[in-house]
């Protein structure tokens, strides 16, 4: 069965649609990336997943479960999906250990002790553990971003959301990020990410799919979707990215 | 092995004796500058022709001698009303403040009484608010009524609570909404994000006005005064109607004064390191 089912999903701003009739299915342990024009809806898309936007139409199943239904409680929800955004978005006036330990402290309940214990180890696997009493401001882009996914695994998630997240970063900083990645999925982990990163959605994802004006007009295997797109509008946009050097 | 001493080159021992020089060279101008407009200072004042007469009315020493333990009793009651008062209206402030944020149907009647007290009581000058506490409640003639003291006191908590709300409210708006969706994001509840996220941040930020809205608080508190208690001014004042002297009042505005000194730098020090927070240090 699917851990996440979006079906028929839209979503407008003030008129503007923005998701369009959008379908999205992703198994257990598969990685599914999604590209497409800035502006395409990712972003959107990956919000509305996470219940920080409200849906005009359509629904989302997580783990089986109508999770787009008003009466169920969106922190509950949250709890089981972490996410990580394109600027970080880590608390400046914590320090990197309790960034990590708020949510399994406050919303899991957890020791104190025992969410540092579980934080330090988690920071030591990405090698960040001496990092740990830093403010999020002495840290490099690259840095920031682990612990922001560091902070998202924390809550043991059933599902990643990524979001560009390596978009803001130097070239130099991008790579530890992306293996990072890496190492998640090889752990299993389901993730949906948007990227611009062709040649790691390439590498990385089970699936590609290409939005474009609110929907998922071309999906598959990425050799297929990157190599050989059916579409005219995917052939347009990768041959725009082949030429700004991206694939 | 050990680590090699740094040896400075011949270039970097140049320029750090020269800084030193320019270091002795500044205090030196400093400290002449300031001795030689001191010093036209006290010629243009002492020679001025109402000097005397001046001196006799505001700095007799004799009288402020005399006026010190009266002005200092009263200067205890301006203290012990700020550090209450103060502690009220923060309270007070981040509560409206917070209130004014609930978003639901259900909160419309606390988020309409909020926005009105704001209103309000940003609107009502203190005196008269002070007379309508200490004058018109008593005149209910409640059981139980607090004395006037403590009513001048909710006044003065009801009025700074409004600027303070404020002040809280716009360092809540100065939060980026990406630290609420990412606080949401990690399933934290709204309680739990303004606790945990917002309002540490917003806090922080506006500590300086805060802290400004106290160092004028203490000037207000004095304005107790009118509805009875005696305060450092009021107290200047009788000892002033005693002697027909006005030295007194210099005696108040000097306590006063060296009272606000701490307040202010402790302002100064809180805005300095947020300035230095925000460029990133
Ligand atoms: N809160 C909002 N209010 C109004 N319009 C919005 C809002 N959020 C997104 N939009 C609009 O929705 C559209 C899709 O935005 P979205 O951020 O999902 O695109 P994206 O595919 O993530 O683009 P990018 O690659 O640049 O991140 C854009 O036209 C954007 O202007
Ligand atoms: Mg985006």
């Known amino acids: 069965m699917a851990l996440l089912h979006c079906r028929g999903l839209r979503k407008e701003f003030a008129g503007h649609v923005v998701l369009d009739q959008l379908d999205l299915t992703v198994a257990e342990h598969r990685v599914v990336a999604l590209i497409g024009a800035s502006g395409s809806g990712k972003s959107t898309l990956l919000r509305c997943v996470n219940l920080l936007e409200e849906l005009d139409d359509g629904t989302i199943e997580l783990d089986g479960e109508d999770i787009s239904d008003p009466r169920v409680d969106p922190d509950r929800v949250r709890r089981r999906i972490g996410m990580v955004f394109q600027a970080y978005n880590l608390f400046p006036h914590l320090s990197v250990l309790e960034n990590i330990t708020l949510a399994p402290r406050r919303v899991h309940r957890r020791a104190r002790v025992e969410a540092e214990a579980q934080a330090r180890e988690l920071l030591d696997r990405v090698g960040l553990g001496a990092k740990a009493d830093a403010y999020p401001d002495r840290l490099s882009g690259g840095q920031q971003q682990r612990v922001a996914i560091v902070r998202a695994l924390a809550n043991s998630p059933r599902l990643m959301l990524l979001d560009e997240v390596t978009s803001a970063l130097d070239p130099e900083l991008v790579g530890e990020v992306l293996a990072m990645i890496r190492d998640l999925k090889a752990d299993g982990m389901t993730m949906v990410l948007a990227t611009h990163e062709m040649g790691f959605a390439r590498e990385v994802a089970d699936e590609v799919c290409f939005l474009d004006a609110g929907r998922v007009i071309e999906s598959g295997p990425p050799e297929q979707v990157l190599r050989e797109p059916t579409q005219p509008r995917t052939q347009q946009f990768l041959h725009r990215i082949i030429q700004a050097g991206r694939l | ?281």
């Open chain 2, 1 to 281: 092995m050990t680590l090699l001493e740094h040896v400075p080159s011949e270039a970097q021992v140049r320029r750090s004796a020269y800084r030193r020089r320019q270091t002795v060279y500044s205090v030196l101008v400093a400290a002449s500058s300031t001795a030689a407009l001191g010093t036209l200072l006290v010629i243009a004042v002492t020679g001025a022709p109402g000097w005397d007469r001046v001196r006799q009315s505001f700095l007799d020493p004799a009288i402020a001698r005399d006026a010190l333990p009266a002005v200092l009793s009263g200067l205890w009651l301006n203290v012990r009303l700020l550090v209450c008062c103060a502690a009220g209206a923060l309270v007070l402030g981040l509560v409206i403040a917070v209130l004014r944020t609930l978003r639901g149907p259900i909160f419309f009647p606390v988020r309409a009484l909020a926005t009105g007290y704001t209103y309000t009581f940003r609107g009502l000058p203190l005196i008269i608010v002070l007379y309508l506490l200490t004058l018109g409640v008593p005149g209910l003639r409640l059981q139980g009524m607090p004395p006037v003291l403590v009513l001048g006191g909710i006044a003065l908590i009801l009025t700074y609570g409004g600027y303070l709300a404020e002040v809280f409210r716009a360092g809540i708006e100065s939060v980026h909404p990406s630290q609420l969706a990412a606080a949401r994001s990690l399933g934290l509840t709204y309680r739990q994000t303004m606790r945990h996220v917002v309002l540490p941040q917003a806090v922080r930020r506006v500590a300086p006005p805060l802290l400004n809205d106290v160092v004028a608080l203490q000037k207000d508190v004095g304005l107790v005064s009118l509805a009875g208690p005696i305060d450092a001014v009021r107290a200047a004042q009788i000892a002033t109607a005693q002697t027909f002297n006005y030295t007194p009042y210099v005696v108040a505005g000097v306590l006063f004064v060296l009272l606000a000194i701490p307040l202010i730098a402790v302002t100064d020090w809180v805005t300095l390191r947020a300035a230095r927070r925000q460029s990133g240090g």
